[in-house]
């Protein structure tokens, strides 16, 4: 498996020293990073996959297509591998460094299969937890923790007499109800979030709280211009992709997907919006 710097887009040439350090932009020689790969078949040229990010994703995809005899070459603009997966060290009030992992560390077996499957072929261990929401408000006086049922739901004992929160909590289950029969019905189409609620008669923020929409800002525009330039610049630079040893198929699947994903922003198939809640004061 070999490493590039996003911003060079150059291998590091190999430590020719065994054991010493790995340097910046190159793969530490651990066997669980998959620096080993399967032996090709004999004759067959090996085929070659670029994984963009060292993340938790990005190390599990490398591991495994490395395991199975592909060439890979995975780009990280970091100096480090791990994305968000990441220990630090913060001082102690006694003056002592104290290592802390970060990243998200919760995963099931139903969702999770690869990455259990990893975890027993590492030897890593796990351990049951809890998963849940809560969230506490000084403003509006919102406490809950779902995953507590009643305890949780009505963690303060005056929203038993508020009816606004009392017919939020009413529409869930009913959400959850019309979104599962929207998902059944293969003539249903695909509604935006907006239009479901909007068809559901759903309340909203600004309906059961003091919260009002005051600004809405649609960067569809943007990430489409910005995945103009991408998918430009790529096919501006093909010759250099396949001098990395990847094929017509995967440059020109990479020059669809740009395309595609630009075509969804600029009809607004695809959209990202950034909302601006304020609080209404004049509402009890």
């Known amino acids: 498996m070999t490493v590039f710097d996003t911003v060079s887009a150059a291998p590091d040439p190999p430590d020719p020293q065994a054991g010493a350090a790995p340097q ?6 651990a066997p669980h990073l998959g620096t080993a790969a399967a032996a090709p078949r004999p004759g067959a040229r090996p085929r070659t996959v670029a994984v963009v990010g060292s993340g938790v994703a990005g190390l599990t995809a490398a591991y495994r297509l490395s395991r199975a005899g592909v060439e890979v070459a995975l780009f990280e ?3 480090r591998l791990g994305g968000h997966a990441h220990t630090q060290e913060a001082v102690g009030r006694d003056g002592r460094a104290v290592p802390l992992d970060t990243g ?30 809560s969230v506490r408000c000084d ?18 004992p005056d ?4 009816r606004r929160y009392l017919r939020l909590l009413a529409e869930v289950p009913r959400f959850h109800r019309l ?21 559901g008669r759903f309340g909203t923020a600004t309906r059961h709280t003091r919260l009002r929409l005051t600004r ?14 991408w998918r430009e610049r790529f096919t501006e630079r093909s010759p250099q992709v ?20 630009e075509a969804g922003f600029r009809t607004g198939y695809l959209d990202l919006h950034q909302l601006l809640l304020t609080r209404d004061e004049d509402r009890p």
């Open 24 to 29: 910046a932009g190159t793969a530490p020689a």
């Open 77 to 79: 603009a970091d100096d």
């Open 104 to 133: 998200f560390l919760v995963h099931n077996e139903r969702t999770y299969p690869h990455l259990v499957n990893l975890f027993a072929e590492l030897g890593v261990r796990t351990r049951d937890s809890e998963m849940s929401m």
């Open 139 to 156: 403003g509006c006086g919102l406490e809950y923790a779902g995953a507590r049922g009643p305890v949780g739901l009505f963690a303060r």
């Open 159 to 162: 929203v038993l007499v508020r």
């Open 179 to 199: 979104a599962r029969r929207l998902l059944a019905d293969p003539g249903a189409g695909e509604p935006s979030l907006r239009e479901f609620l909007a068809s």
């Open 216 to 229: 809405d800002d649609a960067f569809g525009p943007h990430y489409a211009e910005t995945l103009r330039l």
């Open 242 to 261: 396949a001098a990395l040893g990847f094929d017509e198929v995967f440059r020109r699947m990479w020059e669809l997907y740009l395309a595609h994903s």
